[in-house]
């Protein structure tokens, strides 16, 4: 007996349902979660992309100085007025130990524009001085004038004067005084000559009341007179304006000039 229809009819298809292995599993889950970390790492990359220069601009700023960041990058001595303070060096510093230490500030200072104006303002301050002194150089007064003492011609002069004994000054400084008071109190008009003579007897006699010599007392007095006159007549004519008023004001003041130097050689000359 042949059986027909969906009963008796072999089962040519069965259903084969997946059978699930551990270890693929495993395996696709994991690349999944791959996928998934590099999807979320890449997202995470391009928004961390902008904020890469803000971070490198401020590590740049740290190291130069920046005001903003950093405060101990504003200069301690902008507003000291002496270029040399500012600078913090000496006024005999050379040429290189003036770029040193501007060339040191404006590296360690550069992130702050005030400060960096402060260091240039000081060092073409201090640049320009010293171009100025090598071009117009200033004469040491204090020097020359111990160099003239120390020479030979000035030490050869200053030996041959000694001071006195202080009523010997008095004495001679009277004697003077009187001559030049008579000078302009009686003046005739060919000129103070008697009063003038006076004063080479006079010089010639204190000489010789100190050095105990006729003939020294006599070439030092002569000398003195004439060299009294000549620089006093040439200081009126020359140097000093006239200070008396009268036909022999010329000859009046150049025989007080002479009062005076006779009175230094009788008193201090030896």
Aim: charged share 20%.
């Amino acid at each position: 007996m042949t059986t027909s229809g969906l009963a008796a009819s072999p089962i040519k298809y069965c259903l084969h349902l997946p059978v699930q292995c551990p270890r693929l599993a495993a395996k696709r889950v994991s690349a999944s979660n791959l996928r998934r970390s590099r999807s979320l790492w890449a997202g995470s990359t391009q928004k961390c992309q902008p904020r890469r220069i803000p971070l490198v601009k401020c590590a740049m700023e740290a190291s130069f100085g920046d005001s903003a960041d950093n405060s101990a990058a504003i200069f301690p001595r902008i507003n000291v007025g002496d270029p040399y303070k500012r600078l913090g060096i000496s006024r005999e510093a050379s040429e290189d130990e003036i770029q040193a230490a501007r060339n040191f500030l404006i590296q360690r200072y550069a992130g702050h524009k005030p400060s960096v104006d402060a260091i240039e303002a000081a060092h073409d301050k201090i640049i320009m001085q010293k171009f100025y002194d090598r071009k117009n150089p200033k004469i040491d007064f204090k020097k020359k004038v111990r160099d003239i003492k120390q020479s030979r011609v000035m030490l050869a002069v200053t030996s041959r004067f000694r001071t006195p004994a202080t009523n010997f000054i008095v004495k001679t400084s009277i004697a003077f005084i009187v001559l030049g008071a008579l000078t302009v109190l009686f003046p005739t008009e060919e000129g103070p000559t008697l009063q003038v003579a006076i004063s080479l007897i006079t010089a010639i006699y204190f000489i010789h009341d100190r050095l105990k010599s006729k003939l020294r007392a006599f070439l030092y007095g002569a000398g003195a007179f004439i060299f009294s006159w000549l620089l006093g007549t040439f200081l009126m004519v020359s140097v000093i304006p006239p200070i008396l008023k009268g036909p022999t004001s010329l000859e009046v003041t150049t025989s007080l000039i002479t009062y005076v130097l006779l009175w230094v050689s009788s008193t201090y000359l030896i």
